[in-house]
C-alpha cells in the first residue's frame, strides 16, 4: 500500500461519525443456548433426556449483524428499517438494538409475523461449545401486504436523510422476507432518483434482481445469478470477474465479487478490478465476513472513497474480523488504522 493510499484510507476512517446509514432487511434474532451434558436429567414423563442450560445470550443476526459492523466502526447515526414480531423474541431483539444505540423508529412490530430467531443450542465440550442442530423460527407465508405498504413508506421518508443504505436480503423464499419484488423494484427506483446516494445490496437468493446500487455476490452466488442453479467445485478469478462484469452490465452499476483469501473483484460492464487478500495467519472464522465487507465499504463510500478505496476497506475491515473466533466479529477504527499501517509498503501478509 502506498503512503498515498494509505493517508487517504486514514482520513476516511476519519469522517465515519459524521455519517448516517440504514440498514434495511431481514433483522433475526441469534439466541445461544449453553448445555452442559453433564447435568443431564432424564424426563420422568417421556423418558427421554432432559438437557440443562446453564446460560442463555442473544445478539441481532442477518441484517442487526450489519448495523453490528457500523456500529463498531463508530458510524454516527443507524437505522433499521424492517419488520419483526410483537414477541419475546422481537423484545429481545430491540433490547440487543438499544443497547447498540441502533434507530429503531423504522423497525414495525407486528402481532401478526415472527420474529425471524436462529436458535442455537452450544454443548459444552471440555473448553469449547460446540453448536447442536439448530431451532429456527421463521416466517412461513408471504409479508402482508399492509406491512409491506409501511416498509415502502418508510424508505420514501428515509432515504432523503441518509448517506447509505444497505440492503440485507436474507430470506431464500421469495416474497416471504423483507425484501420483497415490491420493495426491491422500490429501492431500483431510488437507486435511479438518488445517484448520490450509496445503495448497496446483499442477498443469498436474488443478487442478479437488483439494479441502480452496488451488489455483492460472493463468486457463487455471482454464478448463480448468472445460470440459476449452484456451482459444484471452485471458481477461477477470472471465470469470477466475467461472471462480475456481466452483472454490472445487467444491474447498471458495479458489481463486488468477494473471492473469500484471495479478496474480492471490483467490476464494471468493461473493465474489473483485483483487490488482492489480506493473507493472515493463525486460525480463522469466516462467519459474518460478508457483512462486515458491506460495512466497511458502504461506510466508506458514503466518506467519499471511490470505488477502489472502498473495496479496500470491505477486504481490511473483513480481514480483522475473520481473526475473531466463535464469535460474529466486528472491527473498530483503531483495528482498521492498525492494519493499514501493517499494509503500508508491505506484500499484503499480516
Known amino acids: 500500500m502506498s503512503p498515498n493510499q494509505y493517508n487517504r484510507l486514514i482520513d476516511i476512517v476519519s469522517n465515519f461519525p459524521n455519517l448516517k446509514i ?12 449453553v448445555i452442559d451434558p453433564a447435568l443431564a436429567e432424564v424426563s420422568l414423563e417421556t423418558g427421554k433426556p432432559a438437557h440443562q442450560i446453564i446460560k ?20 454516527g447515526k443507524i437505522f433499521a428499517i424492517g419488520a419483526i414480531g410483537d414477541d419475546g423474541e422481537g423484545y429481545e431483539l430491540l433490547q440487543d438494538l438499544h443497547q447498540q444505540h441502533i434507530d429503531t423508529a423504522y423497525l414495525i412490530q407486528s402481532k401478526k409475523m415472527f420474529t425471524p430467531t436462529y436458535t442455537k443450542p452450544l454443548q459444552i465440550e471440555g473448553d469449547r461449545q460446540i453448536e447442536q442442530s439448530r431451532l ?18 418508510n424508505i420514501e421518508k428515509m432515504l432523503p436523510e441518509l448517506d447509505g443504505l444497505i440492503i440485507a436480503d436474507q430470506v431464500e423464499e421469495p416474497n416471504f422476507g423483507i425484501v420483497t419484488d415490491n420493495v426491491r423494484d422500490a429501492l431500483t ?33 455471482a454464478y448463480r445469478a448468472m445460470y440459476g442453479k449452484i456451482k459444484s467445485g471452485d471458481i477461477p478469478i477470472e471465470e469470477a470477474r466475467e461472471y ?6 445487467r444491474g447498471n452499476h458495479a458489481v463486488v465479487v468477494t473471492l473469500e483469501k484471495d479478496g474480492a473483484l471490483l467490476c464494471e460492464s468493461s473493465r474489473a478490478t483485483h483487490i488482492p487478500g489480506i493473507q493472515v495467519r493463525g486460525e480463522i472464522d469466516s462467519v459474518g465476513a460478508g457483512d462486515s465487507f458491506a460495512a466497511g465499504f458502504t461506510a466508506a463510500r458514503c466518506a467519499g472513497s471511490s470505488d477502489e478505496e472502498a473495496a479496500i476497506m470491505g477486504v481490511v475491515v473483513s480481514s480483522i474480523t475473520i481473526q475473531k473466533l466463535g464469535t460474529t466479529g466486528t472491527a473498530t477504527p483503531e483495528e482498521v488504522r492498525r492494519r493499514l499501517s501493517e499494509l503500508r509498503g508491505n506484500d499484503g501478509q499480516i
Open 22 to 33: 440504514g440498514v434495511i432487511g431481514d433483522f433475526f434474532l441469534d439466541k445461544y443456548f
Open 56 to 75: 442463555i445470550y442473544h445478539s441481532p443476526g442477518a441484517a442487526g449483524t450489519v448495523t453490528n459492523n457500523l456500529r463498531a466502526l463508530e458510524i
Open 136 to 153: 429456527d423460527i421463521k416466517n412461513r407465508k408471504r409479508l402482508l401486504p399492509q406491512i409491506e405498504n409501511q416498509i415502502l413508506m
Open 189 to 221: 427506483d431510488a437507486g435511479s432518483r438518488f445517484p448520490q446516494k450509496v445503495l448497496f445490496a446483499d442477498s443469498r437468493a436474488r443478487i442478479g434482481l437488483f439494479k441502480n446500487m452496488y451488489i455483492k455476490p460472493n463468486k457463487f452466488e
Open 244 to 249: 462480475g462484469s456481466e452483472l454490472a452490465k
